[in-house]
Structure formats: structure tokens, C-alpha cells
């Protein structure tokens, strides 16, 4: 079988991107961490999008969150890898963001993504915490679609609740006031929103475990197509289940629930893109 390579981009202020490349691995794929200045032909060895199959955004400080949490790294890759990102997702490629990433992948234009694959315009924002604080705990997250449906979450069942760290000061999922409701039913209809932030026994969220007020306990969203996704908690944080608090001593459990999340992404990559299906 085909290897499958992840690009683990990173500029300065990212700090996610060893855990992340070691859960790609785990999972069975092919990481390699590459500094944004190489896509871009600013820094050598160069590399381009499309020797990948994934592209995933790890999390961080990226820029030390200046201007908006996401916005300065956003903006570099904008500018200079607009077609590259464009003809990488035409090819089959999927694109990730975790907690930083989702901020750059929202800045972007590429979150929630609801007329092009790249919007000009922002159709959403992740806005600082209600709290104000950064908010660091375990979160329990529901995830909201069949089975197979998402390539990110193929391997997951409709309602199954996964214990997923969540460490940000801005996460707060928020559309333009006039457009919420028309957005919100948009993100439904189309199947984009993919966890919810859930109360410990399932309950719909109420603060710490909603942690950031996000508007319908939102934690995980993908572009209409499925193949763009971003998420506010870690799964590569949890990747082995001796990283997951709640894991009791002496229990026999070798991995975490954010595992599922990387054998989605195998699951689903080496079923069709290996076999150029789509
Ligand atoms: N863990 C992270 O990626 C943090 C994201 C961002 N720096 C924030 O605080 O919101």
C-alpha cells in the first residue's frame, strides 16, 4: 500500500507539532514536519503541497497570537499558497487544524467555507473565551454524525462521547450577528458541525465543559465538502490513554480517544485516496 504523507506545517509560536507528528505516526502514516517558508519557496529544502495527502495546521502560538490568534499565520499562507491549497484539495487532499489551527484555518477562509472553498469575506470567527481566561481541562465531546460520514471521523459513532483536552484563549465559535441563525442551519443541513462540547454525563454543556461559550456548544466543524476540518480540543494529546486523566491506574487501556481521529484519517485516505476513488 501506498504510504500516506502528512504535512505538519509550522511557522514560529507553533508547539503542538511533536505530539501531533507522533500521533500521525502511531496511526500508521507518514509525517514530516515542515516550516511554512518551505511551501513557499523561502527556505530550503523546498517542498510542495502536493506530495502529500494531508495537510494538518498543529497548535500553538502561532506568531505570539498577535492580531487575532491564527491571523498572522493565515495570512502568510494566503497570499502566497492560495492556489497551492486550492489544487492540493482538488486532488484529493484533506486539510487539518487543531486549536491554533482551526484559528488559521477560520482566518483562512476555509472554515466554515459555505460558497467557496476559500472565502474572502469571514463567515465566522473564533472570538476570546466567555471567561476571558485561557481554559486548559479535559473536554467531553459528542460527536454528531453517522458513522463513515466525515473523513475526519469515519471510525466514530453517531453520540459516541470522546475525552478530549482542550487548552485555548480563543475559541469561541461565532457568526455575524443578522446571519446566526441562517449559518447555523446551514452548518446543519450540510453536515459541518462534527463534535459538540457535552456536560461529563452527556447533558448539553454548561461552563467549564463548554469552555469557551462557543454558540451551540460548537467544538468541531468541517467546510461542506468534508475534506477541510477543524477542531478546538487535542486529540494528539490523548493519543495513548496513559495521557488521559480519567484513564484509572492499573486499567488496560493502551490508547486515547483521539486515536480515532488518526485512524479515521488512515481509514479514509488509504481507502480512496490511494485508490484515486474521487
Ligand atoms: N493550544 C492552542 O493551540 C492555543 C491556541 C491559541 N493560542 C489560543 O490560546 O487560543
Redesign the pocket.
Known sequence: MKTLRVCILRIE?T??EAEMFSAFKGAGMDPELVHLKQLTGDALPRRALEDYDCLMI?????SG?YVR??AIFAARMKCKLRESILNFLDGGGLIGG??????VLVELGLLPGFDDLISDEPQMA?H??DSNR?E?RLSFLRHELEEGTSPFTSRIKKGAILRIP??????KVVFPEEFQKEYLEKMRNNNQIIFRYVNPDGGDATHPWNPNGSVEDIAAISNPKGNVFGM?P?PERVFNACNDPMVKRGELKEYGDGRAIFDSIFEYLSTYRSKQLF
Open positions: 509560536g508547539n503542538c498543529p497548535g500553538g502560538f502561532s497570537d490568534a491564527g487543531v486549536c491554533n489551527g482551526f484559528q473564533l476570546i473565551n485561557f486548559c482542550s487548552a485555548h484563549a480563543e475559541g478546538m487535542h
